[in-house]
């Protein structure tokens, strides 16, 4: 019989995921703490990633990548995040910054740049958030206005992951103010076009070896082929097909960050003793064990299938990407949370591992998307999917309901939700 990894993964996945577990024990475990402390980015990590070859492993062949997808991004990702889930993230964000080119680009762009990012010549970075724009992705300000041949931005961007330490840097901005549906387009800004600036290197509650930049945009001027895919208008929908894409990114590294806090909170439950016994022998302790452990493995799953569903190119891949980035990230806090609880005092102290993971863990609930916008999109495609279930009127009485002290007819259900997915 054969392995059920054999099944699901791929050799290449199952290369990847090994090389990963290397570059982690050697790289990431020794100076994770230091790294943390000092702010500093992990550039040892970063460069035996590229040498590997991990920075294509989302990018198709032809532009120098191995083409091995969401799937082969999320097992590298959480090995990653295992042994620190803050570089987790800074190489994950790579795939945030360049997915817009993939999804839509040009192909000049993409012959341009996916080749720079693939080698990890060029590291990314996606400038969506604004200071009053972030879960309105849609409500932006910052603007490109058109000129002859070119594009002038101005503005300010907000929590730009890897900001000061991008090449490259898809960022999102104002070109029709008039238009609903095509206010946005992306453009693709790079670290030296003048008056592009990192104005501010945000101090973190956690995941603080990656910078997350406030950036500028003081009259960066731009030829229109740095114009996302040629044509303006497209910017929120790409914004969103690329958020679809990376947020299974997100959710492996809430996966990493989970595993790595049980391997740290199983380890240390069978040395801690008390009461001349180690605390694993204790109930208390096996129930909250055996609950992390359920609930990581869960999120693992919902996360592999989402990396799967988005290499299969599946129209249902927003909902999926949605839930596993949201199932997964409430993990990742509850189970860091309860790992500090079992480390109990040294786990509220810096010099363990643990408290890192618990303030690493927190950042994955709010950016790619609050959890509460996760629910919102699962609950606006579950709307949109009762269209289907019209076999289920008949068992549905057409009934009425007081409300408000007036009465009203469900009629149809799904086809009332059918006009509301519609609207
Ligand atoms: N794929 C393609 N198109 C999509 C789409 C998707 N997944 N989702 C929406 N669209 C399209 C819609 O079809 C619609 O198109 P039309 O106008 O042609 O009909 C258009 O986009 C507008 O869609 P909505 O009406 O659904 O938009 P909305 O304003 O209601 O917003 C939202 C929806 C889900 C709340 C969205 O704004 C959102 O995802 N917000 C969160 C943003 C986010 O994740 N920010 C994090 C940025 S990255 C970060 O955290 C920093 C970092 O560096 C890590």
């Known amino acids: 019989m054969q392995p059920l990894q054999n099944i699901i993964f791929t050799d290449a996945h199952q290369k990847w995921r090994e090389m990963a577990r290397e570059i982690a024990i050697k790289h990431l475990l020794p100076g994770a703490a230091k790294h943390d402390q000092e702010a500093s980015y992990n550039e040892g990590a970063f460069s035996a990633a590229a040498e590997a070859g991990m920075l ?79 879960s309105d992705a849609g409500g932006l300000s910052v603007r490109a206005e058109k000129g002859d041949g070119t594009w002038t931005i101005r503005g300010e961007k907000k929590w730009t992951t890897n900001g000061s330490r991008a090449d490259i840097i898809s960022c999102f901005a104002v070109t029709d103010p008039e238009s609903r549906s095509r206010r946005i387009s992306a453009f693709i800004v790079e670290k030296d076009d003048p008056g592009f600036a990192i104005k501010k290197i945000e101090p ?92 990581t493995e869960a999120a693992r799953w919902l996360v592999y299938l989402c990396a799967a569903m988005a290499d299969s190119g599946s129209k249902k891949v927003t909902k999926i990407a949605a839930m596993s980035k949201c199932f997964a990230t409430d993990t990742a806090v509850k189970v860091a949370t309860d790992a500090v609880q079992i480390f109990g005092g040294y786990g509220f102290m810096e010099d363990y591992p643990i408290a890192k993971f618990y303030r690493d863990a927190k950042i994955l609930q709010i950016y790619e998307g609050t959890n509460q916008v996760q629910r919102i999109v699962i609950a606006r495609n579950l709307v949109k999917e009762s269209a289907d279930f019209d076999y289920l009127s008949d068992y549905i009485p057409v009934e009425t309901q007081s409300t408000f002290g007036g009465e009203y007819e469900i009629a149809n259900t799904s086809a009332a939700a059918a006009a509301a997915a519609q609207d």
């Open 204 to 295: 973190s509650m956690g995941i603080r070896s990656v910078p997350v930049c406030e950036t500028s945009y003081d009259g960066v001027v731009l030829s229109d082929d740095r114009l996302l895919g040629g044509k303006p208008g497209l910017g929120f929908k790409h914004s969103m097909m690329t958020l679809d894409l990376a947020r299974p990114g997100v959710a492996a590294q809430a996966v990493g960050t989970a595993a790595g806090a049980l391997e740290y909170a199983t380890t240390y439950a069978t040395r801690r003793r008390q009461f001349s016994q180690p605390i694993a022998g204790f109930q208390m302790v096996q129930a909250m064990l055996a609950d992390m452990g359920m609930q």
């Open 56 to 134: 294509g492993i989302w990018i198709p062949k032809a532009y120098g990548g191995s083409e091995d997808g969401i799937t082969g991004l999320a097992l590298v990702v959480e090995e990653f995040s295992k042994a620190d889930p803050a570089f987790g993230v800074a190489f994950a964000v790579n795939a945030l910054g360049s997915i817009p080119l993939i999804v839509g680009g040009t192909e000049e762009q993409k012959q341009k740049y996916l080749p720079r990012v693939a080698s990890g010549e060029a590291a990314c970075a996606f400038a969506l958030s604004e200071k009053f724009a972030g």
